[in-house]
């Protein structure tokens, strides 16, 4: 099993920052892309960025320009740096991991892991 933990949420002002941080643990496995979606009160969750383990980025078109999406595959932690923040960014953030748990010389197919999410509000 992929345990991931999120922390860096909270309020902040309309033209703040804020960062995120997501660490993945557990045994023998590998991750293969880490992101980030959100989900509002009454909408669908939806992709933020993601980054793969070579370093490829996607963002939505929404927080292109604001939000980075950056990794330390040593550590397994995915960050999100938001910038220039607006209210409309306000939403539960959860980390994604699609990862691979690994037995021996067996691969295990992949799949995704959520954490538990964390709040982020911006106030205007």
């Known amino acids: 099993q992929v345990q991931l933990v999120e922390s860096g949420g909270g309020l902040v002002q309309a033209g703040g920052s804020l960062r995120l941080s997501c660490a993945a643990s557990?045994?023998?496995?590998?991750?293969?892309?880490m992101g980030w979606y959100r989900q509002a009160p009454g909408k669908q969750r939806e992709l933020v960025a993601t980054?793969?383990?070579?370093?490829?980025?996607n963002y939505a078109d929404s927080v292109k320009g604001r939000f980075t999406i950056s990794r330390d595959s040593a550590k397994n932690t995915v960050y999100l740096q938001m910038n220039s923040l607006k209210p409309e960014d306000t939403a539960v953030y959860y980390c994604?991991?699609?990862?691979?748990?690994?037995?021996?010389?067996?691969?295990?197919?992949?799949?995704?892991?959520w954490g538990q999410g964390t709040q982020v509000t911006v106030s205007s």
């Open positions: 980054i793969t383990s070579g370093g490829g980025t």
């Open positions: 994604n991991a699609d990862a691979t748990r690994l037995s021996g010389y067996y691969h295990f197919p992949p799949r995704d892991y």
């Open positions: 557990g045994s023998s496995f590998r991750i293969n892309a």
